[in-house]
């Protein structure tokens, strides 16, 4: 019989000239979906309801800028409405647009000149954001505004995390997040402010120290400073955690880093001090435009109780005032609630900005501090587990209020 002869082995497949390093798109398919599917088991169901929350209660405070173009004209007489974007544009804004537009000293300006704005007193890091955004956002505005959007996601996703550590319920984190975006002032969160910038840092800052990954909390502490002095009074209290916590020699060796979150304060500083020759020309700033100079407590509360009640200023500014003051008792009770379950890291933050803004003048700014006490929030949710008529009551007197307040803000009624 002929021997046959053995099958010849099939040459492999080449790929095609200029492709040899590229897959094919099945392969690129199958990143896609590996990458969607490690996502989807980071995003819990909590997760998916409080950023269902989250966007109900933007489109929520969008309705009101919204109907406030319509109500609260400049003109009562106009036949036309302003943009609904106009309505964000107030106060403080004026001075993150300008920072962002032409810097701290436009053309050699600054204090003692003529009409000086004091914008000295604003840290860089949301202006520079802004700045960056704009590049990929021809509007202010709408840049301002979506840097708020995406800050305050990545603040109430943290802000559930944290809430889950303090209280093991289930429910912990979407009570937390209700409670959040419902309070009073909750309405600068969406405005192109501060706050949620800063909550986006300092959320993750504090649960980073929480599971001792103190390189990671110093950093993004660090880069809290940048955009409120209120992010050393959170570097002070994870100090006091890492004190409080330590246990080993290796959690000793990263003693060094709690030193960060100093650096960028320290860097404005020096900037400052270049143009003007003050070191503290952002503390002075808000003297002379806030009277934010130093007044013993009593003073200070002496004067707000006066300007809430003995009728020395408009009404408008009064209620405000008394907002003020209960916003201030709060606090008290809340750090000394805090110092009362030794949790000394929280009260020393509360402690440190009810310091820093109660030896002013007057109080100013005390209600919309309250957005940065997530130990107010997380309290209060584990308060409304144990007794569920606490939300029923929250829900029927604070939503209210949270729509006077934005309404007051969005028609430029606001002076606190």
Known sequence: MPVSSPPRPREATRPAAGNARSPGPATYRNRVRATAYRLSRRVSREDVDVLALYALTRVGLWTTAYCAAWLFPADSRTRYAASPLSAWQQWDWWHYLRIA???YFPGGAGPGTADWDNREAFFPGFPFALRAVHAVVPDWTAAGLL???VSGAVAVLALTRVARRYVPHPDAGRRTVLFFLLSPCAVFLAAGYTEALFLALALPAWLAAQRRAWPLAATLAALATTVRVS???LAAAIAVLFLTTVRAHRDGRALPWLLLPALPPLA???YLWSHTGDWMAWKHAEERGWYRDFHPPWEAWRNTWEAAFHHTVPTGYAVEFQAELLTMAVGLLLTGFLLY????????YTALTLAALGTSYWYMSLPRATLLWWPL???L???SLRAPRVR???VCLVAPLMTICALTFLSGRWAG
């Open 147 to 149: 840097i708020s959007l």
């Open 231 to 233: 992010g050393l009074f």
């Open 377 to 379: 929030w997380v309290g």
């Open 268 to 270: 404005y500083s020096a």
């Open 101 to 103: 537009q032409d810097g």
């Open 392 to 394: 029923t009551a929250y």
């Open 381 to 383: 949710a584990a308060w």
């Open 341 to 348: 379950r030794r949790r000394w890291p929280e009260a020393t």
